[in-house]
């Protein structure tokens, strides 16, 4: 139940050597995930990203923020152009359309800092927009590792699993509130 403002906030507010942010998202507003990037970027924690469905749009380079990025296997990442809405004269458009691509820059600087490549070739798969498999997020060095499927005949871990279900899934809802 947190929107950027606070996600910012409660990231901030936290003293832990490690943080583990769960991805499922098809994205949002830009500037509210360029705030939670920025804010996990800057914290001293090691951050570990766990993609657990979909990581797109914005959520896609939020993802990029941690230091370790897994997807699961069944896992997706899409990335595109940012989007803008605009209204008004033909300088107004052109300035929106000029705004877009300032905003677009910024985030395929994001991808090249992560993954390598130049800019340019990160605008070019952002305009077409671009959905990644798991094994196609790993090639393309987005993320880190692609997390295999766990099951457990234990109880005892059956119950740690359900509480670890319970947890990730209010973390899921609230990213996805949030981004």
Do not use: C
């Not at 993609?51 to 990442?77: E, P, T, V």
């Not at 070739?121 to 692609?146: G, N």
């Amino acid at each position: 139940d947190l929107d950027a403002q606070e996600f910012v906030k409660a990231v901030h507010a936290l003293d832990s050597a490690e943080i583990d942010v769960h991805v499922n998202s098809p994205g949002g507003f830009v500037y509210d995930a360029v705030a939670m990037y920025e804010a996990l970027r800057e914290h001293s924690a090691t951050i570990n990203i766990e993609i657990d469905g979909l990581a797109a749009s914005a959520a896609s380079f939020l993802a990029m923020s941690g230091d370790n990025i897994r997807i699961a296997k069944s896992g997706r990442m899409m990335i595109h152009d940012a989007q803008v809405l605009a209204w008004g004269s033909p300088a107004d458009l052109r300035e929106a359309a000029d705004l877009g691509d300032e905003i677009s820059n910024d985030i395929a600087e994001i991808y090249s800092a992560r993954a390598g490549g130049t800019q340019s070739e990160w605008r070019t798969r952002m305009t077409d927009e671009t959905w990644y498999s798991s094994q196609q997020a790993l090639d393309a060095k987005l993320v880190h590792e692609v997390k295999a499927a766990k099951k457990s005949s234990d109880s005892s871990s059956n119950t740690i699993d359900n509480r670890t279900r319970l947890i990730r899934a209010r973390a899921h809802a609230t990213l996805r509130r949030a981004v």
